[in-house]
């Protein structure tokens, strides 16, 4: 379970946010197919995530290459149809991303009120009370 730094020196740093999930349209698609465990089709995926042909594929071969989604070709009525879905390695790393996600948002609540912070789940410093 990752945790967020409770001293002051890095404490906003949050190295748990990993880069290819950390951008508008991967974040998008991977919200998509985790919520879609038995696939999307390329079409519906573009719309849903309001991109082009060309940078839907560019981003699905970033997360094929990574080994977060596993891409099928399928040939329904004669056309042949790709189908996307998460992977279970993918859908363990995504939700690790959005527990270290869920730590900044939390964060920014409290140092935006003026609080002191508290460790993310997990966390192990006694200073402070866990979430």
Same mark, same amino acid.
């Given at each position: ?11 906003? #740093?949050?190295?748990? %946010?990993?880069?290819?999930?950390? !951008? ?5 698609? $991977?919200?998509? @197919? ?8 390329? #079409? ?13 594929? *560019?981003? %699905? ?5 990574? /080994?977060?989604? +596993? ?6 009525? /004669? *056309? &042949?149809?790709? $189908? %996307?879905?998460?992977?279970? !390695?993918?859908?363990?790393?995504? @939700? ?10 939390? +964060?920014?609540?409290?140092?935006? *009120?003026? !609080?002191? &912070? ?8 006694? /200073?402070? $009370?866990? #979430?």
């Amino acid at each position: 379970m990752p945790t967020t730094k409770t001293t002051a020196e890095g404490r906003f #740093a949050y190295g748990g %946010l990993d880069r290819l999930f950390h !951008e508008r349209a991967r974040l998008a698609i $991977l919200t998509t @197919l985790a919520s879609r465990p038995s696939g999307v089709a390329f #079409a519906d995926l573009k719309a849903l995530c309001s991109l082009t042909d060309g940078n839907l594929s *560019r981003h %699905l071969r970033q997360l094929r290459d990574a /080994g977060v989604i +596993d891409m099928r070709k399928k040939a329904d009525t /004669g *056309r &042949p149809r790709t $189908l %996307l879905r998460i992977s279970a !390695e993918g859908r363990r790393r995504f @939700l690790a991303y959005l527990d270290v996600l869920e730590a900044v948002v939390r +964060d920014a609540a409290v140092a935006s *009120r003026g !609080e002191a &912070p508290r460790p993310a789940r997990g966390g192990s410093d006694p /200073g402070f $009370l866990p #979430a």
